[in-house]
């Protein structure tokens, strides 16, 4: 794997047709490939609706992805009742954040996670979206996450070429974070397994593990089959391209969201990028060579859901169909 130092000193030189930065993405003049693994669309809403549910039925979803887990078994039975009589699941929770790393919530968020988790198994779903922790304060830059750690421990050894004394909070915020995470976690899996519902582990610019190295070594710690990777193809691109994180990942991935961020600084892409949020179809990304990766190195089967509202449903159902090509 390519590193991030050497990314900067490669230089911005061909950065844009690597990176597809700012280019909108079409598949509509082109036959689009056959994979061997098969990727559903979903949807992101609190509460479904039969109106709603005819209308993504319509347009060839396959799956609706929760965001209220805080409601009684018997709410979500019901929830559960109304998607799967339009031909449709539940196809996970969006539990979000925790705060496993602050130790005056942490049994409250505990508690929580173990209930979104009951929920999920009501609801049919199979995998509950859980961020662990945030941390805040002073820290790296995007193009400064150059991060060395002990893949035993996780902990973080040196911040690449920079100063540690500078991050020195940081570093310490980052190494009890994941502590406090691994150890909520191992106390979730006997109840996730009981409920038949796996724990996707997600990042949303919480300011941990950022690195595709450092995601992937956090998620896989758990050798556990009821803990995976609920990745957002959007939310890293600020930090490594895409590929990098699946080619790390490998089979570990859950479930996906996928969003758009456009990187507007070639040189800062190379190492991390400033940028902002866009159109999904619009992202500094390469969506032809995701659907591959996802298809030749994590083998994904499942779901993928569009996490913004900048279109309506018809146009997000046609770039998913772009985006995902034909299933065998």
């Not at 950065?15 to 994979?35: F, I, N, T």
């Not at 109304?82 to 705060?99: D, Y």
């Not at 193809?233 to 080619?247: C, D, P, W």
């Not at 969201?257 to 990304?285: F, P, R």
Request: charged share 25%; with cysteine.
């Amino acid at each position: 794997m390519i590193s991030r130092r050497e990314f900067l000193r490669a230089g911005a030189v061909g950065a844009a047709s690597v990176y597809g930065l700012g280019a909108v993405v079409s598949w509509a003049d082109e036959v689009a490939p056959v994979y061997k693994n098969r990727i559903y669309k979903s949807y992101l809403v609190a509460t479904p609706t039969d109106e709603l549910c005819v209308s993504l039925k319509e347009l060839g979803y396959d799956g609706i992805e929760v965001t209220k887990w805080n409601i009684s078994i018997d709410e979500a039975h019901a929830i559960r009742a109304t998607v799967e009589k339009h031909g449709l699941r539940v196809s996970s929770v969006m539990r979000g954040w925790a705060s496993f790393n602050e130790p005056d919530k942490r049994d409250a968020t505990l508690e929580e996670t173990k209930k979104s988790l009951r929920v999920a198994a009501a609801l049919g779903a199979d995998t509950v979206l859980l961020v662990p922790c945030r941390i805040g304060g002073s820290m790296p830059q995007p193009w400064e996450f150059d991060i060395d750690f002990d893949p035993k421990t996780l902990r973080i050894k040196t911040l690449g070429d920079f100063d540690n004394a500078k991050f020195a909070d940081y570093i310490k915020a980052h190494d009890n974070a994941t502590e406090s995470s691994i150890t909520a976690v191992e106390e979730l899996i006997p109840v996730a397994a009981y409920e038949g519902v796996r724990i996707g582990l997600e990042n949303v610019w919480n300011n941990l593990w950022v690195t595709p190295s450092f995601y992937a070594a956090f998620v896989a710690s758990f050798n556990n089959p009821w803990v995976g990777a609920y990745f957002d193809l959007g939310n890293h691109i600020r930090y490594a391209r895409v590929e990098e994180y699946l080619k790390l990942l490998s089979t570990n991935v859950l479930k996906l969201h996928i969003k758009g961020y456009n990187v507007t600084d070639v040189q800062n892409k190379l190492g991390g990028g400033k940028g902002d949020w866009c159109e999904v179809d619009k992202a500094s990304a390469d969506w032809k060579l995701v659907r591959k990766m996802l298809d030749e190195v994590t083998h994904f089967n499942g779901y993928v859901a569009v996490e913004e509202g900048r279109y309506d449903l018809k146009k997000y159902s046609n770039f998913l169909d772009d985006f995902i090509g034909k299933n065998k």
